[in-house]
């Protein structure tokens, strides 16, 4: 139900933007965060990277950075095989996809995988010569998608026992967004009073 009304907005946002309603391209990543202590540990794992016990968030967006497709796993699963998930999800929900791009995680099988789905996926390489932060490009679209998610309370941490309700809660974010973005309405908030 919450990914039928996503949709629906996404295509009223996309058209309001002045875009067509179905997107012809995307980009793929993943965000591990920390899990309350009413998770179940078999849904939950370790991202020896981030040094986060918990569940990883993959989400693919458009290039606007709207949500298309969500997957929360445990943190251990791998962005490779997470990647293969979402990209069958994309093409067959989306089949006017034909380019996407993503970060060094995704790469070799999940580029093949993308190849044979009729995806053409670049890989997003940093510039090994520079130091500190840099904005990735055409990625810095699905980070600001996820600084979006994390302005929702709900969603700094997973407190949902089941994933398929984390997935929801990740729905629910996205559907507020596109809302307020239609209705030109902001939500107000305590700074500046």
């Known amino acids: 139900m919450f990914e039928q009304l996503n949709g629906l907005l996404r295509r009223l946002v996309r058209t309001a933007e002045g875009r067509d309603p179905e997107p012809t391209a995307c980009i793929i990543d993943s965000q591990s965060i920390k899990t309350s202590t009413n998770v179940p540990s078999a849904t939950q794992g370790a991202d020896v990277g981030k040094r986060i016990v918990g569940r990883k968030r993959n989400i693919v967006t458009d290039t606007i950075g709207l949500l298309l497709v969500v997957l929360v796993t445990a943190a251990s699963v791998q962005d490779g ?3 293969r998930q979402l ?6 929900e989306h089949p ?17 995988h993308a190849a044979a789905l009729g995806i053409d996926l670049e890989i997003v390489r940093r510039d090994p010569a520079t130091r500190g932060f ?5 990625r810095w679209v699905v980070e600001r998608t996820f600084g979006w998610l994390m302005n929702h309370r709900r969603l700094a ?3 949902e026992a089941l ?8 729905h629910v974010a996205m559907i507020s967004l596109m809302t307020r973005r239609l209705t030109g309405e902001t939500t107000p908030t ?4």
Not at 134 to 138: A, E, G, K
Not at 190 to 193: A, D, I, L
Request: charge should be positive; avoid cysteine; charged fraction near 25%.
């Open 81 to 83: 095989t997470a990647g």
């Open 87 to 92: 990209l069958t999800a994309v093409a067959a």
């Open 96 to 112: 006017t996809i034909g380019k996407a791009w993503a970060d060094m995680g995704y790469k070799n099988a999940v580029v093949e």
């Open 134 to 138: 840099v904005v990735q490009r055409r």
């Open 157 to 159: 941490r997973d407190y």
């Open 163 to 170: 994933p398929a309700r984390s997935e929801a809660m990740v």
């Open 190 to 193: 305590w700074r500046g009073t």
